[in-house]
């Protein structure tokens, strides 16, 4: 069963005050095969679910807000598909980094702040170095103090990372 170790907003940051307006969410769900699910905050429009890769999901986030909500990066093909391929199978590898690029790209020009909220175990933890790469306000929070039930050992669990 997928289990939800991000969500990721996107919208505009207030001038004044910080924080988001937030347009758009992302949700990462991990564990057998993981996925990309966009929502619009209002409601209107169905959810859209991708596969990313593994090694470059970081980047697959921003490709999926540069095609699927800003719109300024045209792929050429449907980074979604019915059957659910992964983007291992829409795009090659070439043209996976040639849309990267066009994406941050994209990015220099956009009015887009993207808050990623990072659950313990999120795959994202180990490429958010990445995010400089990418020229839009952006906020990353990350566990700092967990008390969970553990099922296995029967037990209230409590760490700091």
């Keep these: 069963m997928a289990t939800t170790t991000a969500i990721i907003l996107t919208g505009t940051a207030h ?4 924080g988001i307006s937030p347009a758009h969410l992302i949700q990462l769900t991990e564990n057998s095969r993981p996925a990309l699910i966009l929502q619009s905050m ?9 596969i990313p890769t593994i090694e470059n999901m970081l980047d697959d986030v921003f490709l999926m807000i ?6 300024s990066v045209d792929p050429g093909k449907e980074l979604y598909t019915q059957d ?25 020009t956009a009015d887009i ?5 990072l659950l313990e ?9 990445k995010i400089d790469n990418y020229p839009c306000d952006f906020e990353v ?21």
């Design 84 to 108: 659910r391929k992964s983007l291992y199978e829409i795009l090659s590898d070439i043209e996976r980094f040639e849309l990267y690029e066009k994406a941050k790209g994209s990015l220099q």
């Design 42 to 50: 209002d409601g209107k429009d169905k959810p859209i679910t991708i």
């Design 113 to 117: 702040k993207v808050v990623f909220n």
């Design 66 to 71: 540069s095609v699927l909500i800003l719109k």
């Design 141 to 161: 929070t990350v566990p700092k103090i967990k008390r969970e039930f553990n099922a296995w050992s029967g037990k209230i669990e409590f760490k700091e990372f």
């Design 121 to 129: 175990g999120c795959h994202l933890l180990h490429q958010i170095d």
């Design 15 to 18: 001038r004044n005050h910080s």
